[in-house]
Every structure is written in C-alpha cells, then in structure tokens.
C-alpha cells in the first residue's frame, strides 16, 4: 500500500543518512536471523557488497558463530568485527534482528560498533523489534548497546 | 614464543594464544591450565573458520571451497585447512558483554588475545599487531609460507 512505501522509503533514507555520517560506512543491511533482508541501504557502487553478504550467508554464519563465542565464558557475543581485506563488516546483534554494516578498510570501526548507542539509530530498532516475533533459545547476543 | 606472548599480558589483556587453522595449539601465555588454552584455541579456531567460510571477497580456502563474489577467488582447492592463506578474512574480534576475543591470521597460524571488558578494542588491535609483526618472520621461516 501507499503507506508501507513510504514507510519502507523512510526508512530506507533514514539508514542512508548514516551513509554520510560515518566515515568510511558504505552500506547497512538490517536482517533476521537466518540472513532475510529485511531493509538496506548502500552506496551505490557497493551495492555488490551487500548482495555478496547476502548469498555468502554471512549473517548466518555469525550467528552461528556467535553462539560458539558465548561458550568462552564472557558472556553472549554482542558484535563480530571481521576485516576481509577490501571491506570491514560489522555485525551487531540486535535479536531478533541482525545489523550488519559494510565498510571500507580505513572505515571508522569505533563509530560502526557504537552505532547502537546513536538513540535515533537505535528507536528506530527498537520500533523493528517489536514487530518481529521474538526467538526463544537463541543464545547469541542481546538487544543492549554493543560495548566499545 | 611464550615469552614474547607474555609481553601483550597487561591492563586487561589477559592471555594470548598461538594456534593452527584446525584448532591444535602451537604456544600460549597467561593459562594456568592447559585444558583452558586448548578450549580457547578450539573455539577461537571455530570461529575463524565460520567467519572466513562466509567471505564475501575470496576465501573459502579453509576447507569447503564454494564461488566467491565480487572479489578474487582463493585459488588453491580444498584440503588441510592449515596449508593454505584464506584470501578473505585477515582478522576478527568477538566483542562479548565481558570481554574480547581478537584473531589474526599471521603466516599461515593463528594469533589469539584474550581480553577483559576493560581494554578498548584499539588497544586490544594493536597489541595483537605489534605482536604479529613480532612474530611474522620467525613463523614464516619455520612453516615455510
């Protein structure tokens, strides 16, 4: 309907706006836990990146590894921070739902994993959250402000 | 090894691994117990083969070998995970609501810093490079890579 787009678009301009603020950020997907995409937004030359996050399985793999990080005995996983050479990916945990942000290798990591604490960034989550059913037994992570 | 592993073991940073791409540990400071490290090295082994098996620029060198997209291929086909440099990830930290977990890939082994909740993730990254830079010829001579 009329009112979804919008809605989705307003969202959609709202992740770009972080695009700018970050330095280095150039694309953010917000998912589930099994990888569906749920909204996104990239640069438009690295919008590959976001395809290749998507069929490589990424957010899948991080929660499954996320989960074997909360065997270590510090408590559940919150974010991974992977440097893959041509890009660094963040991937905040946000259940039910996955951040993951793409950027380049210079990219301001310490803004991308405090990205949580922004309130904007992360009411508009929160508003995400709550329409998502929840999850039970998954032990990778929680809904709090990822540590830096 | 141990040694120059300890020298990282300050302000949070609370040991430090050396391990094989399978998880076998090669040296280690800061345990008192050895089946401590060797879980540390098992997990810390998981999770980078997890990670580097999603590569989205190359990588799946370390074992099931599938397309990479939009980046260039790892090249030499699967086998022993411990033979071969994954083209795609180069290091990884695991923030968890107590402490940090960072891993790098330094000539074909493993390093590993184990640190509270107290060290900056800056801190805890450049330790671990002073340390690779340490350790990347000495390592380089002995495998071979």
């Given at each position: 309907?009329?009112?979804?787009?919008?809605a989705?678009?307003?969202?959609r301009?709202f992740?770009e706006?972080?695009?700018?603020?970050v330095?280095?950020?150039?694309?953010?997907?917000?998912?589930d836990?099994d990888?569906?995409g749920?909204?996104?937004?990239?640069?438009?030359?690295c919008?590959?990146?976001?395809?290749?996050v998507?069929?490589?399985?990424l957010?899948?793999?991080?929660?499954?590894?996320?989960?074997?990080?909360?065997?270590l005995?510090?408590?559940?996983?919150?974010?991974?921070?992977?440097?893959?050479?041509?890009?660094?990916?963040?991937?905040?945990?946000?259940?039910?739902?996955?951040?993951?942000?793409?950027?380049?290798?210079?990219?301001?990591?310490?803004?991308?994993?405090?990205?949580?604490k922004?309130?904007?960034?992360?009411?508009?989550?929160?508003?995400?959250q709550?329409v998502?059913?929840?999850?039970?037994?998954?032990?990778a992570?929680?809904?709090?402000?990822v540590?830096? | 090894?141990?040694?120059?592993?300890?020298q990282?073991?300050?302000?949070?940073?609370?040991?430090?691994?050396?391990l094989?791409?399978?998880?076998?540990l090669l040296?280690?400071?800061?345990?008192?117990?050895?089946?401590?490290?060797?879980v540390?090295a098992?997990?810390?082994?998981?999770?980078?083969?997890?990670?580097?098996?999603?590569?989205?620029?190359?990588g799946?060198?370390?074992?099931?070998?599938?397309?990479?997209?939009?980046?260039?291929?790892?090249?030499?086909?699967a086998?022993a995970?411990?033979?071969?440099?994954?083209?795609?990830?180069?290091?990884m930290?695991v923030?968890?609501?107590?402490?940090?977990?960072?891993?790098?890939y330094?000539?074909?082994?493993l390093?590993?810093?184990?640190?509270?909740?107290?060290?900056?993730?800056?801190?805890?990254?450049?330790?671990?490079?002073?340390?690779?830079?340490?350790?990347?010829?000495?390592?380089?001579?002995i495998?071979?890579?």
């Open positions: 309907s009329p009112i979804e787009n919008r989705m678009d307003s969202l301009r992740l706006s972080y695009l700018s603020q330095d280095g950020l150039s694309a953010i997907l917000l998912s836990r990888g569906v749920l909204m996104s937004a990239a640069q438009p030359e919008q590959w990146a976001v395809e290749a998507v069929k490589r399985g957010v899948p793999g991080f929660c499954q590894a996320a989960e074997q990080a909360g065997k005995g510090v408590g559940p996983a919150s974010a991974f921070v992977t440097n893959y050479g041509q890009m660094t990916i963040v991937l905040l945990s946000c259940q039910p739902l996955v951040v993951t942000l793409i950027g380049q290798p210079d990219c301001n990591i310490g803004a991308m994993t405090g990205l949580l922004d309130r904007a960034f992360s009411e508009q989550l929160r508003r995400l709550q998502l059913p929840q999850e039970s037994g998954d032990a992570g929680g809904s709090g402000p540590r830096v | 090894v141990a040694q120059l592993l300890s990282t073991n300050t302000d949070g940073v609370q040991s430090s691994l050396l094989s791409l399978d998880g076998a040296a280690c400071s800061g345990y008192t117990a050895d089946t401590d490290a060797r540390l098992a997990i810390a082994a998981n999770l980078w083969d997890t990670m580097e098996r999603c590569s989205v620029n190359g799946g060198g370390g074992g099931n070998s599938s397309s990479s997209v939009g980046g260039p291929s790892s090249g030499v086909g086998g995970a411990s033979s071969q440099a994954p083209a795609g990830l180069q290091d930290t923030v968890c609501t107590n402490g940090s977990l960072y891993i790098a330094v000539s074909s082994i390093l590993c810093l184990y640190a509270n909740a107290t060290v900056p993730l800056g801190m805890l990254r450049l330790k671990a490079a002073k340390l690779a830079d340490s350790l990347r010829d000495p390592i380089s001579q495998t071979g890579k």
